[in-house]
């Protein structure tokens, strides 16, 4: 109720559009109520866009432009309530501007939510009205897909606004971002293994991927290929089936208890959120943790719980920073080659990360933290210097 209160204070201050509502800066008020963020959200930007012919209600968040101009998905949700669909843009815009700093690209977070089923509510119409209002923010937003959206939902996107990526293939997109997610999972927990083991390969150890979707079955493909021994389970009988026709060799287990109890080594949550809870953690015999999930700690506090197991974390949105890389690449033209080098640097940053958080002492996750503030603040800073003209 706070955060609707705070807004209404900051439309008495609103520059009207027709559809479009834009409100600057009423993040940094107090809005404790929020999320869980709170305290801590300093958004630079909300816009609440609707158009009711189309039944398009959407909000679009802009944690920081401090790196470049902010870069997010869309995702396409029923939400209960406005007030819940805020909160997830708020932490997720903020979610991206940590991830899309610790990938190294020259862009900040943003994050946009359009409040509704997308089985039922999903239109030309709906899109490309949605797509006029990420034009009117003139590139200070790109969008890309999420949960409910997909490539082809941007093409359409497209066909009103120059900020869109995440676009299908044919339109000169990156295609499936999962290629890449996985790819920098893989090169996650090679530096994972190089800071446990003092060699940067997963060869005879012994894995366990929970869900093997899009970007599990992908690193099933490189664990596999790098000599792992690899455990798997998944509530889809079709995705388990798709792994073992292409690797027989690989043990199926009946879910995520018998998976942590297997006697793994690594555990790559590959799934949903939340994976790593009190539970799990008591009962997690891995050396590492290393997936392709997000938001895998289920709250504040697991990370250290981790680290006084001795287990080792590998921070989930510095290790499946590949999709964005991927889809960030289609700005300046897609070249899988080009994304492929780049998602390759997750090895050295991650590494980074458990090298600075054993010499402070903190969790790897609070070392990523503060690796992104650093650039954030450090490159960003760089910005005040005049160029003249
Ligand atoms: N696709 C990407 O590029 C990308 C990028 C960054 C992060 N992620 C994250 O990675 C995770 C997986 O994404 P995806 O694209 O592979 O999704 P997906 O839907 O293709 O795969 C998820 C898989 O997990 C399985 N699953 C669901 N509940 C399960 C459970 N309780 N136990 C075991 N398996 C279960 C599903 O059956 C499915 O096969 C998500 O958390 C997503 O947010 C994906």
């Avoid at 197991?309 to 889809?327: C, E, F, K, M, W």
Wanted: net charge negative; aromatic share 6%; hydrophobic share 40%.
């Amino acid at each position: 109720m706070v955060t609707l209160r705070v807004i209404s204070a900051a439309m008495e201050r609103r520059t009207w559009r027709p559809g479009v509502t834009t409100v600057t800066d009423v993040f940094g008020l107090s809005h404790k109520d929020t999320s869980p963020v709170s305290g801590q959200a300093k958004h630079e930007q909300v816009i609440f866009c609707s158009d009711e012919r189309s039944g398009l209600h959407a909000i679009i968040a802009i944690y920081n432009t401090a790196l470049g101009p902010s870069l997010g998905g869309t995702r396409f949700y029923p939400y209960e309530s406005e007030q819940a669909a805020l909160a997830d843009v708020l932490n997720l815009s903020r979610a991206m501007a940590y991830k899309n700093a610790l990938a190294g690209l020259d862009l900040g977070g943003g994050k946009a939510v359009i409040i509704g089923d997308p089985a039922t509510d999903k239109s030309e119409a709906l899109l490309r009205a949605y797509g006029r209002f990420v034009q009117s923010l003139g590139g200070r937003y790109f969008t890309a897909c999420d949960v409910g959206t997909y490539s082809e939902d941007m093409d359409i996107v497209a066909r009103e606004s120059s900020y869109v990526t995440g676009r299908t293939v044919a339109q000169g997109g990156a295609g499936d971002s999962s290629i890449l997610t996985a790819y920098g999972v893989f090169q996650g927990m090679r530096a994972a293994a190089e800071h446990v083991y003092g060699a940067s390969t997963l060869r005879g150890r012994r894995i366990g991927v929970e869900g093997v979707g899009k970007v599990g079955h992908r690193l099933v493909d490189h664990l596999v290929e790098d000599g792992a021994e690899v455990v798997i389970c998944d509530v889809s009988e079709q995705a388990v089936e798709r792994v073992r026709s292409r690797h027989p060799q690989v043990e199926v287990v009946a879910d995520q208890v018998e998976l942590t109890a297997a006697g793994i080594d690594v555990y790559a949550p590959c799934a949903l959120g939340g994976a790593l809870d009190d539970d799990t953690v008591a009962r997690l015999r891995a050396a590492i943790v290393c997936g392709g999930a997000n938001n895998q700690l289920a709250h504040p506090g697991v990370e250290k719980e981790l680290a006084d197991r001795g287990i080792l974390y590998a921070p989930d949105y510095v290790v499946n920073s590949g999709g964005v890389i991927q889809v960030a690449d289609e700005i300046q033209g897609f070249n899988m080659e080009r994304a492929k080098a780049k998602a390759t640097q997750i090895y050295d940053t991650t590494l980074k990360i458990f090298r600075a958080a054993a010499e402070d002492g903190i969790p790897p996750a609070v070392a990523a933290d503060r690796l992104a503030e650093r650039r954030m603040s450090e490159v960003g800073r760089i910005r005040g210097i005049w160029l003249g003209h």
